[in-house]
Structures are given as C-alpha cells and as structure tokens.
C-alpha cells in the first residue's frame, strides 16, 4: 500500500458519523460571516447597516489577488457589522445578517460547458464564486490554479484522505456526490492543462475506492490510488510522495513538482459554480465525538454559530469539555460557541472530561520520538529551543517554516512539550522578519 515516510498510525473514530448521510440543516435566524474566512487580504463589506440581501449575493471583496469574495449565505437584512469572536482566534469583522425566513434559493443557473470556457474565465468563476480549499486551509482556489508559465503542471490530486480521526464528511461527499467531484476534479484538469488525475483515498474507506473505480472504469487519464490510512497522509506533500513518489523540495511548493492537489469538497464546490452558478455559500461538516448527543454530517450555511449547529445535534452532553474546530490533531480549540461555521470548518468536534489531557510541560527527555515521527523530516526538539532561545534567524536555517504544523511531534512527547504551538510562534517570527 503507498504511503509516506513517518507519520502516525492513529485511533480513527470515524464510527461515530461515517453512516450519517449529509442533511442540510435548518436555516439558522442569522449568520455571522467574516470578512476573513480565507489566506490572503480580508475582504472590504459591500454592503452596509440596513441593507437587504439575497442569498449569494457578493457582500465583500479585495482587490489582492491572494483572496476571495464572501457571499451572503442566507437572505435578509444586514443588521450589523462589527468585530465578533472567529474561529481561528481573537475577533475579526464581520458581517451579521437577519434571515427573512424566505426559503432556500433554487441553484439552476450554469456558468457553460466547462470544455468550451477558456482557462481565464474558469478562474474568474472560481475566484467569483470565493471558493477556497475546504480542507481547512481555505487557500483561494483562482489562485492555486493558476501557475507560473515556467512552471507547468502535468497532474491533479484529487484528495480524498481525510485522515484527520473523526472526520467524515469528506467521505460521505465522495459516496453521496461522487459524479460531481469527479467533475470539479475534470475541470480543474482542463483548467491547468493537466494530462492526468488520481484520486488518492485511504484503505479505511474500501465504499468510496469502489465507487469512484466505478465511476471511472472507462476513463484512461484518471485514477483511484488506495493509499495506507495513516496520519498525515492527507497533506499535500504526503499525498504527492505517495501516489507520484515525487519530492516537494523543502521550501517549495507542489507546483515545482508540476502537481495541484485539490480536496474533494473544493471539486464538488467547482462542479456548484459551474453547473449552477452557485458561490460557496454553505459546506459539509462533521459534527462528532462523545461531548455531543447526536453526531452528524450535516450541509451548514456559512456564518451559522456554533451554538445553533451543536443545538441541532441534539447539544452537548453533561460531561463535554473541550470544542474543537477541524479534528483533533490540527484543529483549533473553541472558547466559545458564539464563533461561526467558515469557509475552512471541516468539523465541529467535543471532547469529554476523560478524552482530554490536562498536563504541565516537562523538561524535554532528548527522546527523538519527534523526530522519527516528523513526516517533513524536521528537528522539532532542536526548532523548540531555538523558539524558547528567540533564535529566529537560526530557525529559518533549520526550515521551520516547512513545518505542516501537524501535531505529530506534540502528540508523541512524553513531556508534553507543546511543540505545534512553539512551530507556529516560530513560523509567525520567521515571517515577520525581512527576508
Ligand atoms: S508539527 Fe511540524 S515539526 Fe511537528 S511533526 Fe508536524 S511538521 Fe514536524
Ligand atoms: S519528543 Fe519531546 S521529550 Fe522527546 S526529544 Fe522531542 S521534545 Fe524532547
């Protein structure tokens, strides 16, 4: 079975919500949506106190290439604009709307064949449409898709991993939809003038390899590759090493491999904009673990609180502790359920009392544990230290800003070093300084 180097082998569960068929939830009274919900510059509000919307209508943009529209993801009135908690930290604008309670907005409208759109006006519909990875990057899609000239692009990823423990939505969206990610993957093809595709999807998910084998069992230029179920196999230089046995050079890209690689909720979203003209205004996410009474995957409008969706599962049990947003390995902690569902919530997940280590840090053992378990191959004990020690010209040397911040080293410490925290604080010092 292909596979990357390092890593872990994980406890999945996935049981809890693989079975859960997406619903779409019941429209929330109102969504707050940031102006930032994407990388790159924060949108402007298009719109100001008092104003009515339509459901999709464009309510903020930036000029800067690197970002990405936001869209009103319910109809109503605009009823106020101002800081509030965001679910990657602090507060952040935001744009709050009243649903009018009118119904959901029938998507019908097509943007044209993709085979007859040029590559420019795909990416001008992508980019319109504010569709960004739904992995949980949330990096703009126009952008990725479109490479330097001296940087051609012979192959598409199409990832289908979802590695993350808990987490299902992903595969739930491969078995519900699987026509219209392979089409989003189709176009992404065409649009870089690719000459092939996989589609990389773990061996814990035998139904989805199936079905998109099926699906493709006429077709020469993509491919399914079942790859190992292990942790981080879903990051893009994982991804790349284990399906095309290419290496992301550190501090490069994937495109200076003359690959993209793209989840398969971003193709699904793609195939939407295209075929009906439908900006991403709403996503798939797991809501999942023993803190909550019903676990779920369900279709979410963009903006809707925490409080509203974790309600609509039936709320939280006595003994839930801690929330987070994404899964637990690379997902963020909550300290409120005010925040809203953004572009980048792949899962809302709530941990008991007995699921959560309360530990102090201890002095570090010189164990090596991170090391052998790093799947960039870095020095995490060594990059702590250097963190600790203010030693940033030192830390860019030794290639912190290659780390993918996926908590394997932390997970693995026996002193309970919290060394994904000390790489981002190094990451955020190293991008800091001028180069
Ligand atoms: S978080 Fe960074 S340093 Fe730690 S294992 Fe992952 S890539 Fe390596
Ligand atoms: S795993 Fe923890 S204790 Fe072991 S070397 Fe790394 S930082 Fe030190």
Not at 6 to 11: C, D, F, K, N, T
Not at 171 to 179: G, I, S, T, V
Request: with cysteine; charged share 25%.
């Amino acid at each position: 079975m292909k596979t990357f180097r390092q890593g872990l082998y994980l406890a999945e569960k996935k049981e809890l919500s693989e079975a859960k068929k997406i619903k779409r939830i019941s429209p929330p009274p109102r969504v707050i949506l940031p102006l930032s919900q994407h990388t790159g510059a924060p949108g402007r509000p298009l719109v100001k106190v008092g104003d009515r919307v339509e459901e999709g209508q464009k309510i903020a943009d930036a000029d800067s290439f690197i970002s990405s529209p936001i869209h009103a993801s319910i109809s109503g009135k605009v009823s106020s604009i101002e800081k509030m908690p965001h679910p990657v930290g602090g507060e952040g604008e935001a744009i709050i709307i009243e649903g009018d309670g009118n119904g959901k907005k029938v998507w019908e409208k097509g943007k044209g064949n993709p085979k007859s759109l040029a590559a420019e006006e795909i990416r001008k519909i992508i980019r319109e449409a504010g569709i960004v990875g739904l992995g949980g990057a949330a990096f703009p899609t126009h952008v990725k898709l479109s490479p330097p000239e001296n940087k051609p692009i012979d192959t598409i990823v199409l990832n289908g991993c979802e590695c993350e423990p808990y987490l299902t939505g992903d595969h739930r969206l491969m078995l519900e939809r699987p026509d219209d990610c392979l089409y989003g993957l189709r176009v992404i093809i065409e649009t870089v003038h690719a000459t092939r595709g996989y589609v990389g999807i773990e061996n814990n998910k035998p139904d989805a390899i199936a079905l998109m084998r099926e699906k493709l069992k006429d077709n020469e230029n993509i491919q399914v590759v079942p790859l190992k179920t292990k942790y981080p196999q879903g990051g893009e230089k994982m991804l790349i090493k284990a399906i095309l046995n290419r290496e992301v050079p550190l501090g490069g890209l994937p495109l200076d491999v003359g690959v993209v690689v793209n989840n398969v909720g971003t193709a699904l979203a793609i195939a939407e904009a295209i075929k009906w003209g439908k900006p991403l205004l709403e996503r798939v996410v797991t809501i999942t673990g023993s803190g909550v009474s019903q676990p779920a995957n369900l279709l979410i409008p963009l903006g809707t609180p925490f409080s509203y969706v974790v309600e609509e599962c039936g709320g939280l049990r006595e003994n839930a502790s801690k929330v987070i947003m994404g899964g637990p390995m690379m997902g963020l902690s909550q300290y409120t359920l005010d925040v809203p569902v953004v572009k980048g919530t792949s899962g809302i997940l709530v941990l008991t009392e007995s699921e959560v280590v309360f530990r102090e840090e201890e002095p570090c053992v010189k164990c090596a544990r991170c090391i052998d378990h790093c799947p960039m191959g870095l020095l995490p004990t060594i990059l702590a230290r250097l963190v600790k020690a203010e030693r940033w010209d030192s830390l860019k040397d030794y290639q912190v800003m290659d780390c993918i911040e996926c908590g394997c080293c932390a997970y693995v410490c026996p002193s309970r070093i919290p060394l994904v925290h000390l790489m981002k604080l190094g990451k955020f010092q190293v991008s800091k300084r001028p180069t």
